[in-house]
């Protein structure tokens, strides 16, 4: 059963920084493309970053030069590093992860597994 699981939210003042690690279990880790998307409640999932089978990454005009998804030295650990962090930075942080295929950050439907998400505070 494939099972992934965020850890590492928090509460943070604005400009602070957190890292959201993405625990994967189940699988075989060949062939994954890997997202991270948030929601603040009342509004609609937003996609943030994704990175392909060959590690290229994209990042939502909204946080570019501010996040950084990576993979960890260990192939089953993803990695979403959150920079000057704003109040308005939606809380609630998930990763998702499709294997064979095309996903991207701009759209959840292309991802089948998900975490079930990782809060994340931010006071002014």
């Known amino acids: 059963e494939v099972q992934l699981r965020e850890s590492g939210g928090g509460s943070v003042q604005a400009g602070g920084s957190l890292r959201l690690s993405c625990q994967a279990s189940?699988?075989?880790?060949?062939?994954?493309?890997w997202g991270w998307f948030r929601q603040a409640p009342g509004k609609e999932r937003e996609g943030v970053a994704d990175?392909?089978?060959?590690?290229?990454?994209k990042y939502a005009d909204s946080v570019k030069g501010r996040f950084a998804i990576s993979e960890g030295d260990e192939k089953h650990i993803m990695y979403l590093e959150l920079n000057s962090l704003k109040p308005e930075d939606p809380t609630l942080y998930f990763c998702?992860?499709?294997?064979?295929?095309?996903?991207?950050?701009?759209?959840?439907?292309?991802?089948?597994?998900w975490g079930r998400g990782t809060q994340v505070n931010v006071s002014s």
């Open positions: 189940g699988f075989s880790f060949r062939d994954f493309c």
């Open positions: 998702a992860a499709l294997q064979y295929g095309y996903c991207s950050h701009t759209s959840a439907s292309t991802y089948r597994y």
């Open positions: 990175m392909d089978t060959e590690g290229r990454t």
